[in-house]
C-alpha cells in the first residue's frame, strides 16, 4: 500500500477482503507507467465506518478512480458507487464480472436467487456505461491500461481539491465560496447570511454557480471567484438604487414584462420584477436568496 498522504493519480475502489488483485496485476502496472496510486485495502474485517471520509478525501484528490468487481465479492457498495461516477460523469475505470451461483465468498455460499440479485445491479451499471459511452473490462491487466491512458490524458487537469485550496486562501467579508464537481468541470458560488433587502429579515443568501472548466488553472479559480464578489456587490447596489422609489435597475427585472411595455402592451402586472417582492415563504433558498441567473 502507498503510505504517503500526498494526493495520489488513481484510486483503486472495488474488491478488498481477500483479493489479490491489486498487488498481483494492477499495482506492478501503475508502477511501470509511472502512476501514483492510493490502495485502501485493509485486512479483512479491519474496515470501520470512520475510514469512508479518508476514502471520500483521496476519491476527491485522483485524476481516476478504478473499480474492480468481480466474482469473487458481492460489491454491492462498489455497484452503487460505480453507477454514480458514471452519473456524475467523473473518470472511471471498470472491470466487472458477474458472480455465479453456488460461488463461496469469505466461506458463504451464493444461492441462485441471491446470484441474480447481485448480478441486477451489475446489469443496471453495464446499462448506464453504455448510455454515457464509459468501457466495461472483464480483464483485470486490460481495465488497469485503460485507467493508465485516462490518467495520462487527463495530466495537468484542474482538480476540486486544487479549486478548494485556491478558494481557502480567498477572503471577502463573512462570504462563504462553495464548490462542486460537475460534466467537465466545477461550479462555485458565494453564501452569506445577510438581511433581505426585501424582507429586512437575516436569511442565507446564494450567489449564482459560476463554472470553472478542469482545463483551468488555481489562477482562473481566483479570478473567477472574484467576478462572483463583484457581480455578488452590483447585485447589491442594483436592490439599493431607487430613482424616485423604484428599482429602476433591478436585478430581479422580469423580462417578458418589459418585452411587453416595450411593444405597447400592458405587462399585466403592478410591478416589473419577480419573486422576491413575493411573500418569500412561498418561494426556495435560492429564491430567497435574491441572487437569480441575471447574475
Known amino acids: 500500500m502507498a503510505v504517503s498522504d500526498e494526493p495520489k493519480q488513481v484510486f483503486l475502489g472495488g474488491a478488498c477482503g481477500l483479493t489479490t488483485w491489486r498487488t498481483d496485476i494492477t499495482i506492478p502496472l501503475m508502477e511501470a507507467a509511472g502512476v501514483t496510486y492510493h490502495n485502501p485495502q485493509m485486512p479483512l474485517g479491519a474496515w470501520k465506518e470512520d475510514d469512508q471520509f479518508d476514502e471520500m478525501r483521496r476519491k476527491d484528490e485522483c485524476l481516476v478512480q478504478l473499480f474492480v468487481i468481480n466474482g469473487d465479492t458481492r460489491g454491492v457498495a ?3 458507487e460505480v453507477a454514480y461516477l458514471i452519473g456524475a460523469r467523473k473518470p472511471v475505470a471498470i472491470v466487472m464480472e458477474d458472480i455465479k451461483a453456488d460461488a463461496n465468498v469469505y466461506g458463504a455460499i451464493v444461492d441462485s436467487v441471491q446470484a441474480d440479485d447481485l448480478n441486477r445491479g451489475r446489469i443496471y451499471v453495464r446499462a448506464m456505461a453504455d448510455r454515457h459511452n464509459v468501457p466495461i473490462f472483464t480483464d483485470i491487466a486490460e ?4 485507467c493508465i491512458a485516462l490518467v495520462k490524458s487527463l495530466e495537468g487537469s484542474l482538480t476540486l481539491s486544487q479549486v478548494n ?7 471577502f467579508a463573512n462570504h462563504v465560496f462553495q464548490s462542486e464537481e460537475t460534466m467537465g468541470g466545477f461550479h462555485i458560488w458565494i ?3 445577510e438581511k433581505c433587502t426585501y424582507t429586512g429579515e437575516p436569511s442565507l443568501q446564494e450567489g449564482r454557480r459560476w463554472f470553472v472548466s478542469t482545463g483551468c488553472t488555481p489562477s482562473d479559480v481566483v479570478r473567477t471567484a472574484f ?3 463583484a457581480t455578488w456587490a452590483e447585485h ?7 430613482y424616485k422609489g423604484v428599482r429602476v435597475f433591478s436585478p430581479h427585472l422580469e423580462l417578458n414584462n418589459l418585452v411587453a411595455r416595450g ?7 403592478n410591478s416589473f ?4 417582492d413575493k411573500d418569500p415563504t412561498s418561494v426556495s433558498t435560492s429564491q430567497k436568496s435574491g441572487q437569480p441567473c441575471s447574475v
Open 236 to 242: 447589491e447596489t442594483r436592490e439599493e438604487f431607487k
Open 78 to 80: 462498489s455497484v452503487a
Open 227 to 229: 467576478k462572483a464578489v
Open 165 to 171: 485550496a485556491a478558494l481557502s486562501e480567498v477572503k
Open 143 to 146: 481495465g488497469t491500461k485503460h
Open 263 to 269: 411593444a405597447g402592451k400592458s405587462p399585466g402586472s
Open 191 to 193: 453564501t452569506a447570511m
Open 273 to 276: 420584477e419577480e419573486a422576491p
